[in-house]
């Protein structure tokens, strides 16, 4: 592989600076992993009846956290009939007002406990503590708090309709933003009156495991959250299910589509949060420096583990040289490392399988010519790491240019005109999110209105805020979630009398 450290004396002296800082990190003690965890089914925690278990593994070391039950088919059974015991018998006609109450426990009870969720969420997913912390937990409590604040106000939320519940309904979530996806799924579900089985993902259940004790910690009534873990099979076992009512997934394209095939014909709902490839667009009126912090915020948070990721940089031809210059310095200056030190900028992959497919990928990339910049210092010897990477020299046809790496890996591409940047940021299957870079309103508003993505931020990248909905176009999937729009994906609609 072609890699390009950065050399000379202010790389140098970089190196130096780093070498300088003194680890902060969080203490562990503040959790406690248990040596087995089961499945969550009508408000009790029980061992699989035809599933098995499996480990589940601490990114940063490779070592096991913790045996996890794998759910088999009769449990998801279980958990679907609870959940529809629970919904039949006083979730589906419980006053708003009552439900909200339930949820604005909840949201306290994870302000209560964040610090705890927090280190538990970068112990099992590797992600730095500063994110999980900062971003994973404080957007996990907004969403329940806005979700809260809906659930006696449906009305208002949907004018001129008689909204009711859909029934039961089977979320499937991924790794990268474990117990803030869970909390996107449980609280637009839980506010419009439905119930729920929920799948994490294999290699990230710890937070979500802890986020059903809060859910007894808050009274919700049993069976209303059923937690169901396991791997691909299990997910497929709860999105094929007679018994649910709607399938809401997060997670990649190539699984979304089976289950959208899985689907097809029988009436149950369907949303779906796939994969995304987004562009930044630089123009070469924009603030060079606040681009560089955007570009980095959009690729390397959370390793790159993110579906919204900006990892296509387009930059106009007159800015590119400097842009990608200032972009390789500040790789430099990004600290990769222990998850749990409040330093680090970038933390562990989240598994051995990911990191395989990341290393496929910029290997690829090197085998077709193209330059690979990483940061010149060393990466920790156990766990799974990727440095931060920037690919350029690229055309355009490249393997990694067209397909999703879900990894904190950057290609660089050029345009001149906008016409030509907007053609390079469509050229892709997927359409989730995308950054527009310039200090006028009027080519802000002249590309995004041209842009075939769900997301476009204007000077900033990855805002979240539980009002605003997201979601997708073309593979990138359908429906939303967030605001008023997230709502109705939980509800059916008729006029109202
Ligand atoms: P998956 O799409 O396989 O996983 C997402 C969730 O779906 C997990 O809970 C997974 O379970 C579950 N699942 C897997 N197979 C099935 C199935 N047949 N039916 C129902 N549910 C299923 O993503 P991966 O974890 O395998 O990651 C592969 C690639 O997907 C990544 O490299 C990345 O490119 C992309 N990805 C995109 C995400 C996004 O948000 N856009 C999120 C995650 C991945 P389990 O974890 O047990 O396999």
Redesign the pocket.
Known sequence: MTTTPLQGSAGDRLAETFADYVPSLEGRDVVTIRPRYGLVIGGEERSPRDGGSYPTIEPATGGALAEVAEAGPADVDDAVAAARRAYEDGWRDMPGRRRAVYLFRLARLVQDRARELAVLESIDGGKPIRESRDIDVPLAAAHLFHHAGWADKLEYAVPGMRARPLGVVGQ?????FPLLMAAWKIAPALACGNTIVL?????TPLTALLLAELIREAEIPAGVVNIVT???A???A??SHPGIDKVA????T???K??RRALAGTGTRLTL????KGAHLVFDDAALDQAVEGIVDGIFLNQGHV?CAGSRLLAQEGIADELLARLRRRIELLRIGDPLDKNTDVGAINSAS?LE?IRGYVDGAASAGCRIDQPSRPLPQRGFWFPPTIVSGVGGSETIVRE???GPVLTVQTFRTEAEAVAKANATRYGLSAGVWTEKGSRILWVSERLRAGVVWANCFNQFDPASPFGGVRESGFGREGGRQGLAEYLTLDPAA
């Open positions: 499937i979530i991924p790794w990268n799948k994490p993902a294999e290699t396991g791997a691909g299990t997910g497929a709860l999105a997934f997060t997670g990649s190539e699984v979304g089976g289950i949060e796939l994969g995304g579906c990911q497919i999703e790496v879900f």
